[in-house]
């Protein structure tokens, strides 16, 4: 896929649309057309629940065009978000306001599950601390000896509660089917392990290792399932080289992993504000996201 043209300055909000806001997150906007909400992603990024002063230009694109080619191969698996002749339907909708489209989506309105279904195929993160602590992840016990970066025997489904503030909370899958309950559990868990297989081999063929990622569903008015958000983007995902992959360490990544790494030296408490990133962390995290764009869909 080319990369569409990215802006010289970052877009911190959206501005000039006529119509209603109907919800403003740390990246992305939502504005409500009626039939349809228009989803937008601005060039903000956010690291430990805190969105940054200053963004990276062209990351609302890059997400968004990495998002919308990963609904395409989707749409094989589960029905998505999207409305029917998408981009034809976007264009009328933003006219006098084209500059928008490459970081746009037009979606149907559906009412999003109180769950986000992670999955892990590599021990990283959060789930490798919980693992030297225990052994396991939530209430998957998993093999001794294994590294940082490790591949698990099978992908595993770890979900999470979605907190309106702060962070979101790790769920067992039993406290999961509660919540959701087992008809729809057991729905969502076999289409995201389905999901993340997909992406894992498509992403494989690029050379690059999808080591876990998260996918959020809604419910439709006929009571279906349907997939949301955004699917798949180095923003929901944790994606490695393949080339330079090696258990036993953290792993180099296209994600905000080099941001977060850059805070870590900062004197900051992981409050707001954030301190403004400096122009060379700026550019390093929008050359990963855009490689990261041409890797996956060429």
């Known amino acids: 896929m080319k990369t569409p043209p990215l802006p010289k300055e970052a877009l911190m909000t959206v501005t000039g649309l006529p119509f209603p806001l109907k919800a403003k997150g740390k990246v992305r906007e939502v504005f409500d057309l009626g039939e349809h909400y228009l989803i937008v992603a601005t060039d903000r990024l956010s690291a430990f629940d805190v969105v940054m002063p200053n963004g990276v230009p062209g990351k609302g694109i890059l997400l968004t065009q990495i998002s919308l080619w990963w609904f395409e191969q989707a749409k094989a698996v589960f029905p998505t978000h999207l409305v029917p002749d998408h981009l034809a339907a976007l264009t009328r909708a933003l006219k006098g306001h084209e500059h928008l489209i490459p970081r746009s989506m037009l979606v149907r309105k559906l009412v999003p599950l109180p769950v986000e279904a992670v999955v892990r195929g590599y021990l990283a993160g959060s789930g490798f601390k919980e ?60 289409t995201s392990i389905a999901l993340y297989k997909m992406g894992r081999d498509r992403a494989a063929k690029a050379g690059v290792i999808l080591a876990d990622t998260k996918f959020e569903f809604g419910h439709a008015l006929d009571g279906s399932l349907v997939l949301i958000d955004e699917v798949l983007t180095p923003d929901s995902s944790r994606y490695w080289p393949t080339s330079t992959w090696q258990p036993g360490r953290a792993q180099p990544s296209y994600d905000k992993q080099f941001v977060r790494d850059w805070l870590e030296t900062q004197p900051w408490n992981k409050t707001a504000p954030g301190p403004t990133l400096p122009a060379d962390v700026v550019a390093k995290t929008q050359a990963l996201y855009q490689e990261c764009l041409e890797r996956l869909t060429s």
């Open 131 to 190: 693992y030297t602590k225990t052994g396991a992840i939530l209430d998957h016990a998993l093999p001794k000896g294994l590294l940082d970066g490790s591949p698990l025997p099978e992908p595993i489904f770890t979900p999470s509660t979605k907190a309106a503030e702060g962070h979101d909370e790790a769920i067992t899958c039993a406290r999961c089917s509660e919540i959701l309950g087992p008809d729809v559990f057991r729905k969502v868990h076999d």
